[in-house]
């Protein structure tokens, strides 16, 4: 397994790491997903550590909580073995304290989730979305007294869009306040959007990327394939209208190319699409799932092999989009792309 710092940052993790959204699911998106209990989730623990994942990535949405709890319950007794990467800002509740990310809410919700997990500290906390009525000075002085008790070591952003992240970046500077060093986003071969403006501020900010949701919400499995009606297991006839949209025509095509390359290499589809994923710009960790042993294992075999760079030029052609304005000049017309080179 191979490490990278996240960002600009002294945070060092794989290039794998584990989402345990299955972890105690229920209800009509974490339920389908998966509801792994205390006992499995030990031995996908187990696994992971054995190949070098020690990064495990999970929300108090997810679940209502129960994902920390059951985590918590799976890495027992070797706390100091792993990294915990938790979320927190979306609705748990109906009350007026239980979404956004106020002092009241933040200070709250952290010491919930810490509860949850059995451990007195937080490797990287990360906002799950911007909450737009909180003022940002009051967001980061309130983080900044969590990373100084010792509960809170980095701190990251989830789904934010460019100028929320640059504002706040840019009020963590000029007060001297923690600065976000990671970005968990939807980034796949299905779904780009992620390199026309958060990549290149990622990049110039020092902001490292943690990757959700690598197989497209379940689109590049491999079991998906042009004039075939979805697989009965497929968890895509419970969730597609959670995930990010996908053109099935566009799916189709870099499905056909992948399934190219799997015949070239022996690896498998999802395979490839996670190693793609692991040579783009900023990328720190990208976040796998997994329901069983099995699944888990198959994932494990994206690292440790190349693809050539023919098969890369042919992943890049087959997914390209054109991008929306005011990006799509930079792309297409040389003055823009001069003064603004590809990032590489």
């Known amino acids: 397994m191979d490490y990278r710092n996240v960002g600009a940052s002294g945070l060092r993790v794989p290039v794998l790491s584990f989402g345990a959204g299955t972890f105690g699911g229920s209800g009509p998106l974490f339920g389908a997903w998966g509801n792994t209990e205390a006992d499995e989730a030990r031995r996908l623990v187990d696994i992971c550590l054995e190949a070098g994942v020690n990064l495990f990535d999970t929300a108090d949405v997810y679940s209502a909580g129960a994902s920390e709890e059951v985590l918590g319950q799976a890495i027992r007794g070797r706390r100091d073995a792993v990294l915990i990467s938790t979320k927190t800002a979306l609705p748990i509740g109906e009350g007026p304290q239980d979404w956004g990310t106020s002092r009241a809410r ?60 640059m504002k706040s970046l840019a009020a963590a500077e000029r007060h001297g306040y923690p600065r976000y060093v990671a970005h968990q986003v939807y980034y796949s071969l299905a779904g780009r959007d992620y390199e026309w403006e958060l990549m290149p501020l990622g990049a110039d900010q020092g902001v490292g990327a943690l990757v959700w949701s690598p197989l497209a919400w379940g689109r590049l499995t491999g079991k998906i394939r042009r004039g075939q009606p979805l697989p009965r297991e497929s968890r895509l006839h419970e969730t597609a209208q959670y995930g990010p949209p996908v053109d099935d025509e566009k799916l189709f095509d870099i499905v056909d190319v992948l399934d190219a390359i799997a015949t070239e290499t022996g690896k498998t589809v999802p395979q490839i699409a996670i190693n793609w994923l692991l040579g783009r710009p900023t990328v720190s960790s990208v976040i796998i799932g997994a329901r069983n042993e099995e699944q888990l294992r198959q994932n494990l075999g994206a690292v440790g092999w190349s693809l050539s760079k023919e098969q890369i030029e042919k992943l890049d052609a087959v997914s390209a989009v054109t991008a929306p304005y005011p990006y799509f000049p930079y792309r297409r017309q040389e003055g823009f792309a001069r003064l603004n080179p590809p990032i590489v």
């Open 106 to 165: 933040l200070i709250r919700a952290t010491e919930a989730a810490l509860s949850r997990l059995g451990t007195d500290y937080i490797d990287l906390l990360q906002l799950h979305a911007f909450d737009a009525s909180t003022p940002v000075g009051e967001v980061l002085s309130t983080l900044d007294g969590l990373v100084a008790s010792g509960k809170i070591r980095y701190v990251g952003v989830s789904n934010f869009a460019g100028w929320e992240l």
